[in-house]
């Protein structure tokens, strides 16, 4: 079974700009939740994502934004970038049948905002 | 506020058994997870408690005390692949994800 997905690995992009972050989940998996990775904050919360709907989100701003698709592909979107966004962004998936109990985690997405 | 403690460090020697703390303080606490990240890894699942006790699996195991807000992760004959940095993770209210801010261990040779 294929792991979890993210595209692109690495990205450049200057305060201002947007970019988009592509997750796709474990066949079968339909829920999907982001974080961000920084060296002093740890694993930061984002939003989980399940069935095409936001279950719950974290407390960032509105800046950050996600949706899933149907395929229960995901993406996550942050506009007006600025230099504390600089992270690593990870998305997990799950069968998101119960609370809690195993995720899995890809790759993660290294952003750099300069 | 909703936070989970744990120590930032950890060194132990190889063969030897580790103990990682973790303290929470988190609105509709459903269970705790851990998780292991090798440097420029992805974190791994290792375990959950939705109940008190001791939960193992091979060298690692976990415990929960929901009463006082506490859990600890052990990892036993210690082996160089161990160093990595653990997380716990709380299950807060439905489907919203609480990391530590992670452990990270060191295994001496």
């Known amino acids: 079974k294929a792991g979890v997905t993210q595209t692109p690995r690495y990205l450049i992009k200057t305060r201002g700009q947007q970019v988009t972050l592509s997750c796709s989940p474990i066949?079968?998996?339909?829920?999907v939740s982001w974080y961000q990775q920084t060296p002093g904050q740890g694993l930061q919360f984002l939003f989980e994502?399940?069935?095409?709907?936001?279950?719950n989100k974290g407390n960032f701003p509105g800046r950050f934004s996600g949706r899933q698709f149907s395929n229960s592909r995901s993406e996550m979107n942050v506009s007006t970038l600025e230099l504390g966004d600089s992270a690593l962004y990870l998305c997990a998936s799950s069968s998101g049948a119960g609370e809690g109990g195993e995720q899995f985690f890809g790759p993660g997405t290294r952003l750099t905002v300069l | 506020g909703q936070s989970l403690e744990q120590p930032s460090e950890v060194t132990a020697v190889e063969g030897a058994i580790v103990q990682i703390n973790c303290t929470y303080q988190?609105?509709?606490?459903?269970?705790l997870s851990w998780y292991q990240q090798h440097d420029g890894g992805a974190p791994t699942f290792l375990s959950y408690?939705?109940?008190?006790g001791l939960e193992e699996t091979g060298r690692f195991s976990s415990f929960l005390s929901r009463s006082d807000s506490y859990g600890y992760l052990l990892l036993q004959e210690l082996q160089m692949k161990d160093s990595a940095s653990y997380f716990c993770a709380a299950t807060s209210g439905t489907y919203k994800y609480i990391f530590g801010t992670g452990t990270r261990l060191k295994v001496l040779a």
């Open positions: 994502y399940f069935s095409e709907t936001q279950r």
């Open positions: 066949s079968g998996h339909r829920s």
């Open positions: 408690n939705a109940l008190d």
């Open positions: 988190t609105s509709g606490f459903y269970g």
